[in-house]
């Protein structure tokens, strides 16, 4: 009986050791997330005086993925292309008198000038109003935060839309929910509109992507959009030697207004 007991107490003194063993408090697990790479078909979009906007293609591979999510479609990927960022002014006209002249104005902060997207389904199918908030993903989802005073914010929803408005008519901000297609288990191909009147200058690809709803991983890339020929020279005169080029600008407007008079006068 004695042996038993001391065999019991022994035994009792053990446990601690061996579950430290197994479990230290405060020790950190290695949880692996998923992986995304990608890469674009050119680095560089070159705007000729014939462009009239091109296709961008997009490839990417997903590593460390859960096979079975895989399998039933868990995984979502959103694919964007941002153009250069600068303020930008709406504003508003109102008949006075007769005449139409602009009333209001609000300035929005550094959005971008350029924004196409492709994902492989809707995106507000895809996870949350919040999540893609949080992510800035998606036109509706763009960060547009005013420059000064607004005042009470009244008409701050009403100047938003009308941004997004118009940078849809102008065809600058494009989206496609059909885009991104998975060619295989873990790679997948993204197609992305680039319209004729995108900006010039440094733009970035950014590739998101979603396990179940929720933001998992994101990879951007630097993608130049830049012009060649005539309209490069143009351009680096204008911004270059603004004074002479607004000289040459005012010559050659008499030169063809007074060719045109000597060719359409009556004698």
Known sequence: MTRLLSFAIALLCLLPAVAGAQWLPGQATEVVREGLEIGTSTSEIAITSDFHGADLTIFGALSNTDQLLLAIGQYDVVVVLEGPREDATVRRKERVFGIWVNTRSMTFEAVPHSYSMSSSRMIDDLTTPLELTDQGIG???????????????????????AFRRLQQ????????????????????????RLPANIPNGVHTVRAYLFKSG?????????????????????????HEQPILYGFAAVLLAVITGWGASLIFRKD
Not at 139 to 161: A, C
């Open 214 to 238: 929720l933001f998992v991983n994101e990879k951007s890339l630097p993608l130049r959009v830049i012009k060649t020929g005539i309209e490069q020279t143009i351009t680096d005169a204008a």
């Open 139 to 161: 036109i509706d989802h763009i960060p547009l935060t005013p420059v000064g005073f607004v005042g009470d914010g009244s008409n701050l929803g009403e100047f938003r839309d």
């Open 169 to 192: 008519g102008g065809g600058l901000y494009d989206r496609n929910p059909s885009g991104v297609r998975f060619v295989s288990s873990n790679l997948f191909k993204a197609s992305l």
